[in-house]
């Protein structure tokens, strides 16, 4: 079945994704922080993108990934893609649920990779008083 993705991931240790995941994860703390909770998930995708530019080598959105198989074609979008390496998938839902992370595993599959990460921009609980924070 063939795969096509204008990137070729390059595959990252534990400690490498690590690494690259507490950059991205400080930045969507901060666009959480200063946004809120009540966007949809593309400006979350949009901002993220933007302040990543701003502090790593590269930042892809929207990311074509195309799977074929005789007459038929589907093409998936991956929200975001640091330093042609980590791949993020964002959300706004009150919970990260089964099928979240089957969309983000088959998309691991699809590209041979192996790490990826889910951050979800939630909405408030109707009793808490402090903002949340982004969920992975």
Known sequence: MPVHCPIDLTPLTSEGFGKLDYQVMEVAFEVHNECGCHWDETIYQAEMHNRILDKLSSSTREVALTVSFGTFSKTYRLDLVVNESGLYEFKTVAAIEKAHIGQVLNYLRLLN????????????????????????
């Open 113 to 136: 990779a192996t790490r990826a990460e889910i951050v979800n921009f939630r909405p408030t609980r109707s009793n808490q008083n402090s903002s949340t924070a982004p969920t992975h």
